[in-house]
């Protein structure tokens, strides 16, 4: 049972300090052998000293023996074994380098130096999530390469991502103190990669204090509303808490059955995605006054919700039944909402002691049990890292490094829908998820032959959103073969990675003279509908770090390069000659009144500054930017992610300023596009329907129809906010059905 987390014991100074510490931890948890643990402790504090000495600190105010001592608290409250007590203890010191592998392998043994090596291969994912300069579309072989060592490791040992987990928490509750640039950039690595991860691996004691913490340094404004709304309502609350307590725990005694009742609060995070999600209110969320009810048994489970309904009114369709349906992670409980005394309403979880272990520590709760327990406990652990093992099977498939932290921060998600096969077997799938996501799901070979769909017995689009309830009967061809279309993102037929990588990995097995000759064809169709001119391969195969231009095409063909990728890296490559027609788009007029001018690009906090695109990272409207005050030449504008912005502010960071682009509603783009199409009804009003959806300007429209081959041309001129609305526009137009052709037209 996951205890309160004390204070850490930060004033370990000393051996006699040291002892006092692993008393107070040895409360909390057995973990072992002590005099190794100590031995730890007292060769970090004369690593950290020797340091310091030496004037090799790491960074100010960093202490890397504090830091261990912290990790490996949350560890033992983890209930993890000595060995990796000891790594998380010495693992800060070996990654700044104050202490080699080899000396700890010397000291403490082989498997410790191998944890400590296994955690500080998992820095990959921090790689993929900001690329650096120079990689090949935002990555590198190395970084590939890591990666998947790190995943191999992840699942040979879970410890090492454990340690890791450990590791993040202590950086973000770190930061507090920090530059706002490095919490944003710290929150958003955990926000988007780790607090996902702990929430797929079961272990809740740490994904809500890295969500919340997260969410605090992303959101500030909202966390700190929701904050003062809460603790507005806390005197009341806890009064509340008190006396429907103390009502349970009389009804438990009269029904003879044992059990622990609490009230427990509701996380700020939680609070915020809820009101968010459904649209609510601070006062329509249920689950502000909450209670857990802890039970020997599954029976006493029941018997309990019994009690509780026999007590107050339950609230329709607020119970949730995850015992006999455990959640994706393995969760189990059981959740009602009822209206409760004085007419308020409380939520109210019901599990076993076993199953609120399980939620609490997850994935820990089982590891040491692999090999040896033949009980139902081994089966979670496995079952959690059978997911590991589907990340590190896609990952072979697509080789994208990119992917894996798009598998790590989407697929982990709490949002899913609950669907029906034919046969009334049920699948689960992320939230948004369509018909060919569902095809791919139940079967490779059905999502390659998937031609069609029906829901509840009605033919829908294949880019249907599925909802949870619908039963989905999927429609075969023969000829199993993906559409290219599917991987095409701005046509929303798929929507997980999954199938994104199922349907690369085939194309990849195709014959490299056939992906050659689709991905020319991809790649001047792409150019063509945004018409480009004339492309300077050789340049381009240089940009792209390609060896040939077949390469390119064989990449295109197989789904490793998409062709919108290298649509904006020609659009760099032609930006300098004003001869041909450029990418960007021409700004038209100013729609709203808060416009900064003849550029779009808005610096807080001062007047009007001279602006200037940088040229090592080339953002454009849409992306995440920031400035560098240059000498002489006003502020430069980078990507958020560009490495030499990265070290700018790590050399100036009195020079970064904080800049955006103007608001969607300030500045509009300009753009002609035209449509062929075969004539028929409705045709235009199919066409401004789109237009209207994605949310693009009309500001003209010609049309002529020829009446003996039955065909219409249709100039509109409209205007979008940026290049990939364009795209956008063009791509949906070209589904439409009678369509044989949308591109913009040059201007003349």
Known sequence: MVKVREDYFEDAASEAAIDHWLEKIGQIADFGDTAKVRQACIASLQIEAKSVKEDRIWAKGHNSFKIGLEMAQILVELELDQNAIIAAILYRAVREGKVGLDQVKQDFGSETAKLIEGVSQMAAISATHRPFKGSVLGQTQGQIDNVRKMLVTMIDDVRVVLIKLADRTCAIRAVKNATPEKRQR?????????????????????????????????????????????????????SFVKRVTEKLKLELENAHI??????????????????????????????????????????????VLGVVHSLWRHIPYEFDDYIANPKENGYRSLHTAVIGPEGKVMEVQIRTREMHEESELGVCAHWRYKGTDVKSRSSGYEEKINWLRQVLEWQEEVGNASEIATQLSSDVGEDRIYVFTPEGHVVDLPRGATPVDFAY??????????????????????????????????????????????????LGYIQTSRSRAKIVHWFKLQDRSQNIIDGRILLENEMKRLSIGEVDYPELIEQTQFQNIDDLFAAIGSGDVKPTHIAHIVQKLLQPKEQQLSLRLSPSKARGANSSGKDDIRIKGVGRLLTSIAKCCQPMPGDAITGYITIGRGVSVHRQDCMNLLQLEDMEPNRIIEVSWGHESDTAYGANIEVHAYDREGLLRDITTVLANEKANVTGVNSFSDSQENTAVINIAMEVNNLDALGNVLAKIKQLPNVIEATRKRNA
């Open 441 to 490: 799901r139940v079967h490779t070979e059905v999502g390659h032959a998937c031609r069609g769909a029906k829901v509840n017995g009605r033919i829908v689009p294949l880019t249907y959103p599925l909802k949870t309830g619908e039963q989905i009967h999927i429609l075969t061809s023969n000829h199993a073969a993906p559409s290219r279309d599917w991987l095409n993102s701005s």
């Open 186 to 238: 710290v929150a958003r690595e955990v926000f988007d990669i780790y607090a996902p991860l702990a929430h797929r691996l079961g272990i809740g004691y740490l994904k809500w204090e890295l969500e919340d913490l997260s969410f605090r340094y992303l959101h500030d404004s909202a966390y700190k509303k929701i904050a003062k709304l809460l603790d507005e309502k806390r005197l009341d609350r806890d």
């Open 258 to 303: 044992h059990g622990e009742v609490a009230g427990r609060s509701k996380h700020i995070y939680s609070i915020w995605r809820k009101m968010r999600r459904k649209n609510l209110d601070f006062s329509e969320i249920y689950d502000i006054r909450a209670f857990r009810i802890l039970v020997p048994s599954v029976q006493d489970c029941y018997a």
